[in-house]
């Protein structure tokens, strides 16, 4: 009898069949699992098959020796010698049918087993199907692993080749990119305040057109037969016959172009720079029709500036007198860079204003951004007033018609003038302190007074006469000192500033323009002590600036008594009392039929004790931007002159009172001007 039971613990089928004589059950199929996990099935597949069919015949057997021991138990015992048995059980129907019942069943079961056996072949025709497929599968990913190693490494070969190509292409482009960036920061960092969009960089170098083009006029109340320029020294005393006539005139002379280059070579900054403006006359100008007016120089200067801090500064340009908005650096005349000059339309602009365009050798250490000192030596030049004199001295002459204007004069001066200049940027303003020091030289002729005076003028002559024997040059050192200090408050809404400057000739240097220097009676120069001031206040904002100047200027009286001078001696010099003053309230008529030449007034000496102006105006700015830009101005300003007391006219038989009579000139005048900026 046959049965199958599932082990425990176990996903196997075992089969059993039952030995009736012995009573014991055995295993069908030693050694052989049935597993449900078909993916598990080893290589002894075909072994237990075989076990199965051998089983199967044992069972065949072991069935037949059944039928046949049934058979033997139905016959008669064999008749024995000993003593008779009992007699066996008969074999009854149920028994053979039960036997029938056992074997169909066991067929049955060997049915069900073949089924399984077919199963199982088949399952396993289909695994080992799938094996011969994944193994083909397997060698084609064999194959085509190694053509993919083969291509990966073909690959990574090309790669490895690609990476040093681009290895060596990013050397070469770093090395470009940093010649470039070194090019571009040396063009760059030549002069970055100076550059606009105008700016062409070429080969290094960049090249910056600037400037502005102006349309201006200006309104006086008092004739001085200028342009937008005003001679303050100039103002007419109230006796002129312009005093009564006021004056206007439009002008787009003070347009003023301007060009920058600049580069850098190793550690040093190389620029130069070149103004210009057309304020400035020739021959054949005229104002009546074409306005043919020639251009002249403002600035024209070449910079080589170190890393280090050290500057060299040469050519044409701001004198250090002029003051600077921060550290010392040339200026621009354009407002943009470091440029402290009043915001006037006037372009002599506002008088106690100091300042010189003329050339310059300059050396300037920087240390840091808090502190500079600079040294300069630059062009001397010396202004002349002085009155009754005798004719015993030289300062120069007129200048040649090959070089200079030969209707200005030119002093000999045997040294330039010395500048040096200290600035302090501590984080809070602007201070300067700076020192002058120049030399003015004159040629001496005592004879030409003291020709009667032997010891002084030996002469063989029985008529001494003047001349020029014994002539000398005779020099005097001059010089000031001054400071100036800028405050920025409000974000920098409202500026402050105040500027003074004071000594012995050095009156040039202020706007007002008044004397260096007048002459002793032995004809030696007498240097005029002069005093500078003025004071800013500016409030700024994007469109709209404000700004007002008050600025005055001094010339101290320097005369002295000369005895030789005419039968009784009389005052030479500048500024003394006892000049006559009392003419300088009379008009007089015409002398000279032209209707272009005033009279000019008769005793009136007039020499300007200070000269004192106030100014107000704005600045409108319709557009800022890419394409430039249009601003529109007004300015007024009302100046007056002072000047020393003089002498009253002698009465009839009396003395003139001197020091009785101080004329003042004065003037009120209104300037506008609409400019276009390049960008």
Not at 505 to 513: E, F, V
Not at 595 to 612: K, M, N, Q, S, W
Request: proline share 5%.
């Amino acid at each position: 009898m046959f049965r199958h039971e599932r082990l425990p613990g176990r996903d196997a089928i075992m089969i059993f069949a039952r030995d009736r004589r012995k009573g014991e059950n055995f295993s069908v199929i030693p050694g052989m699992n049935w597993s449900k996990r078909t993916k598990r099935r080893d290589v002894h597949f075909m072994k237990s098959t075989k076990q199965l069919f051998l089983t199967v015949l044992t069972l065949a057997a072991l069935h037949a020796g059944a039928w046949a021991q049934t058979s033997d138990s139905t016959s008669p015992p064999p008749t024995k010698k000993h003593k008779p048995a009992a007699a066996a059980p008969a074999i009854t129907a149920a028994d053979v049918q039960a036997l029938q019942d056992a074997i169909a069943a066991q067929q049955q079961q060997i049915q069900q087993l073949t089924q399984q056996l077919q199963q199982l072949q088949q399952s396993w025709q289909q695994a080992q199907q799938s094996s011969q497929q994944a193994q083909s599968v397997a060698a084609d990913a064999a194959n085509k692993a190694a053509a993919a190693q083969t291509q990966a490494s073909q690959e990574q070969q090309a790669v490895g080749e690609l990476k040093s190509d681009v290895a060596d292409l990013k050397t070469s482009t770093s090395n470009t990119a940093m010649t470039l960036q070194e090019s571009l920061k040396e063009v760059k960092n030549a002069a970055p305040e100076w550059e606009t969009p105008m700016s062409i960089h070429l080969k290094g170098i960049t090249i910056t057109p600037g400037g502005f083009i102006a349309a201006e006029f200006v309104r006086r109340s008092r004739e001085l037969g200028a342009d937008v320029t005003t001679p303050f020294n100039s103002l007419t005393l109230p006796g002129a016959s312009q005093s009564q006539l006021p004056e206007f005139f439009g002008s787009a002379r003070q347009s003023r172009p301007t060009i920058f280059v600049g580069g850098r070579v190793k550690n040093v900054d190389l620029s130069a720079y070149v103004s210009t403006d057309f304020l400035s006359a020739g021959v054949t100008s005229s104002a009546t029709q074409t306005n043919s007016y020639t251009l002249r120089l403002r600035q024209a200067w070449a910079q080589a500036k170190f890393d280090n801090g050290w500057k060299l500064l040469g050519g044409q340009m701001w004198s250090l007198v002029t003051e600077n908005k921060a550290g010392i650096a040339p200026s621009d005349d354009l407002g943009k860079v470091n440029d402290a000059r009043p915001s006037t339309i006037d372009p002599g602009y506002n008088v106690g204003f100091s300042f010189a365009r003329q050339y310059g050798l300059r050396v300037t250490k920087d240390f840091g951004d808090k502190v500079s000192i600079a040294f300069a030596i630059e062009n001397p030049q010396g202004t002349l007033t002085t009155h009754e004199n005798a004719d015993n001295f030289l300062l120069g002459e007129a200048g040649a018609s090959n070089t200079y204007n030969t209707g200005g004069t030119y002093t000999a001066n045997p040294a330039p003038d010395f500048i040096a200049k200290i600035a302090f940027d501590p984080g809070f303003g602007h201070y300067e302190i700076f020192g002058l020091a120049d030399r003015f030289t004159d040629r001496v002729f005592p004879c030409v007074e003291n020709f009667a005076n032997p010891a002084i003028c030996p002469t063989t002559s029985s008529t001494p006469a003047a001349s020029a024997i014994g002539a000398y040059n005779a020099s005097k050192e001059g010089g000031g000192i001054g400071g100036n200090a800028r405050w920025a408050f409000a974000n920098k809404h409202i500026v402050f500033g105040l500027h003074g400057f004071g000594g012995s000739g050095i009156g040039r240097y202020g706007a007002a323009q008044l004397s260096d220097l007048s002459i002793n009676p032995n004809g030696t120069v007498h240097l005029i002590k002069d005093l500078q001031g003025l004071s800013t206040l500016e409030w700024h904002s994007k469109k709209l600036d404000v700004y007002s100047y008050v600025g005055a200027e001094y010339a101290a009286r320097t005369f002295a008594f000369d005895p030789l001078l005419g039968a009784s001696g009389g005052y030479v010099g500048y500024g003394a009392p006892q000049f006559a003053n009392y003419g300088c309230y009379t008009e007089l008529a015409p002398t000279v039929n032209t209707g272009f030449t005033p009279t000019a007034l008769a005793h009136c000496t007039g020499d300007t004790r200070a000269v004192i102006e106030g100014t107000a105006g704005f600045w409108y700015t319709f557009y800022n931007g890419a394409k430039g830009r249009f601003r529109f101005g007004t300015q007024y300003s009302y100046v007056t002159r002072q000047t020393w007391s003089g002498a009253t006219a002698a009465p009839a038989g009396g003395t003139a009172t001197p020091g009785a009579l101080t004329p003042e000139g004065l003037d009120g005048m209104v300037f506008t001007s609409f400019r276009y900026y390049l960008p």
